[in-house]
């Protein structure tokens, strides 16, 4: 499975996107957070996680039987990310609503006033 991670959109702190993040290997559901926002199954084992975060990213791949391992730890700990990469504040709404226009995540039919 490939999994995004953009915390462009929630702005939390790393603990809680990976907490949101640990939900999700933890039931296989997405939660209701702004920061995993695309989960597609690709028919491997291993999951792919692509991680946005201010200006950096990142991709991790892990094998299930490091799932625990990472669901537990969180993926501060295994991404490849500098200390910079964490320091970013929660985006106003119109630069969220932005960037799901420029991700062409904007429900069809609605338009920005
Ligand atoms: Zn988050």
Same mark, same amino acid.
């Given at each position: 499975m490939r999994v995004t991670i953009n915390r462009n959109f929630c702005g939390h702190t790393p603990s809680a996107c990976e907490?949101?993040?640990? &939900?999700?290997? $933890?039931?296989?559901?997405? !939660?209701? $957070?702004g920061c995993i926002t695309d989960a597609v199954d690709d028919q491997k084992p291993e999951l792919t996680v692509t991680i946005f975060s201010g200006k950096y990213s990142t991709t991790l791949?892990? !094998?299930?039987?490091?799932? &625990?391992?990472?669901?537990?730890?969180g993926w501060m700990k295994y991404a490849d990310l500098p200390v910079e990469a964490y320091d970013m504040v929660r985006p106003p709404g119109r630069d969220v609503r932005q960037m799901l226009i420029d991700q062409k995540r904007w429900p069809p039919g609605l338009t920005r006033r």
């Open positions: 907490s949101c993040f640990g &939900e999700f290997l $933890r039931h296989g559901a997405i !939660p209701d $957070r791949t892990i !094998p299930p039987q490091d799932f &625990e391992k990472v669901m537990y730890d």
